[in-house]
C-alpha cells in the first residue's frame, strides 16, 4: 500500500523534479500547505500572507523506497539553515518544512534532522526546519505541475 509524505523546500519546482527521479516514488504534486487560507491561488502565495509554503505531496510504495531515503532526498535539495528563504526566493512561503502524516513520520524527520544538525554537514549554523502535522494541502495550478518536466530541464537552477 502506498504511503504520503509531504515536504517544503522553497521553490516546489525543483524540489518535485528531485522526488520524481526517486525509484519509489509513485506520483507528486505541487501545491500549498500550512498556511490558513483556504484553497489559495500561486498568486495569493505568493503575498506572503496565507502562511502557507511552497510543497510537495510524495506518493510511494514504502517496499521499495523508505521514508528515510525520501527525507535524505529532502535535505540535499536544499540549505535547511535559511529561514524563509531558498537562493533568490524570500518568504515564508520558501521555508524549509516537513509535514508528517504519522507519528512515525514525526519521530523519523526529527530524529533526521538532529542526526544532520549533529553531523556538523552545516557547520555550527542552526537547522531551521519545522516539522509540523500535515494539513490540507491545496494543489497548485495545472501549469506548475511537472513544470520542469514540461520544459525539458533536468533541475531548477534560478529558473
Not at 502506498?2 to 519509489?24: H, L, M, P, Q, S
Not at 500572507?49 to 514504502?62: F, I, N, Q, S, W
Not at 524563509?84 to 513520520?105: H, K, V
Not at 524527520?109 to 490540507?136: M, N, P, W, Y
Request: glycine residues 10%; hydrophobic residues 35%.
Amino acid at each position: 500500500m502506498n504511503e504520503k509524505a509531504v515536504f517544503a523546500a522553497g521553490c516546489f519546482w525543483g524540489v518535485e523534479a528531485a522526488f520524481r527521479r526517486v525509484k519509489g516514488v509513485v506520483s507528486t504534486r505541487v501545491g500549498y500547505t500550512g498556511g490558513g487560507t483556504v484553497n489559495p491561488s500561486y498568486e495569493d502565495v505568493c503575498t506572503d500572507r496565507t502562511g502557507h509554503a511552497e510543497a510537495v505531496e510524495v506518493v510511494y510504495d514504502p517496499a521499495v523506497v523508505s521514508y528515510g531515503q525520501l527525507l535524505d532526498v529532502f535535505w540535499a535539495s536544499h540549505d535547511p539553515t535559511t529561514l524563509n528563504r531558498q537562493g533568490p526566493d524570500i518568504g515564508s512561503q520558501y521555508r524549509s518544512a516537513i509535514f508528517y502524516t504519522t507519528d512515525a513520520q514525526a519521530a523519523e524527520a526529527s530524529a533526521s534532522r538532529d542526526k544532520l544538525q549533529a553531523s556538523g554537514r552545516h557547520g555550527k549554523t542552526h537547522i531551521v526546519t519545522e516539522i509540523v502535522r500535515a494539513g490540507e494541502f491545496y494543489p497548485a495550478e495545472e501549469h506548475h505541475q511537472r513544470y520542469l518536466e514540461k520544459r525539458g530541464r533536468p533541475n531548477c537552477r534560478l529558473c
